[in-house]
């Protein structure tokens, strides 16, 4: 139980930094926790981190958020996927069917995005799967547990795998700040480690 709240965790975090802009709580959270700054090296070490916390957000985070996400890369699994590197924004996209299928609604409004398949979306659904299976799994429902491994596995192999792996590498290369680097760099590792945990796990 106890792997299936740490990935739950992991997910959680991961979709926060990458769908928005930190505010001042969790940056607070981000430069205190000593767990988070364990995970996040260069970040833990980076000179700048005790900056007053508005300006850190004003003059360097965020700005390195919207270059990272807005200005000049594309953090949606469609504009890698087509011929035509357009983004799907309607029904037609590829996530929509694995969303609906298992309950997962995307509120555009908090989450401005312009379309569900945003890396941040995909890993917050990867957390919506882990929480139904952490449910399953407490309430001894070992058939639905064994079925939400397997649809994470899918949606790790026929989604995020697919693309997110480009998309981080191009985040590290392009991050001004190693708050955003570090991310990268955790959010690459654990989709591979995860793919090989789930791996097993479906196989067994």
């Known amino acids: 139980m ?6 739950s ?3 959680a975090l991961l979709s926060r930094v990458l ?3 930190l505010d001042s709580e969790k940056l607070e ?7 988070i700054l364990e995970f996040l090296p260069h970040w833990r070490d980076w000179e700048f981190r005790n900056l007053e916390r508005q300006k850190l957000l004003e003059e360097y985070l965020n700005p390195d958020f919207a270059n990272l996400s807005l200005l000049h890369l594309i953090p949606y699994e469609t504009f890698y996927t087509r011929a035509d590197q357009m983004i799907e924004t309607g029904g037609a ?3 929509t069917d694995f969303y609906s299928r298992y309950d997962f609604i995307v509120d555009y409004g908090v989450a401005r995005v312009v379309s569900a398949d945003h890396i941040g979306i995909e890993m917050e659904f990867m957390h919506h799967l882990c929480e139904a299976q952490l449910k399953a799994f407490r309430e001894s429902d070992k058939e ?4 939400l491994i397997r649809v994470q596995y899918e949606f790790l192999n026929t989604h995020l795998l697919k693309w ?3 998309y981080l590498i191009n985040m590290k ?3 001004r700040t190693p708050l955003y680097y570090d991310t990268a760099e955790m959010a690459l590792e654990f989709i591979l480690s995860d793919n090989e945990t789930l791996s097993v796990l479906v196989k067994a």
């Open 2 to 7: 106890e792997e299936i709240i740490a990935r």
């Open 9 to 11: 965790n992991v997910y």
């Open 19 to 21: 769908l928005q802009e």
């Open 29 to 35: 959270f981000f430069c205190t926790d000593e767990t």
């Open 93 to 95: 996209n590829p996530v």
């Open 144 to 147: 639905a547990s064994d079925e």
């Open 164 to 166: 997110a792996p480009m």
């Open 173 to 175: 290369y392009e991050a």
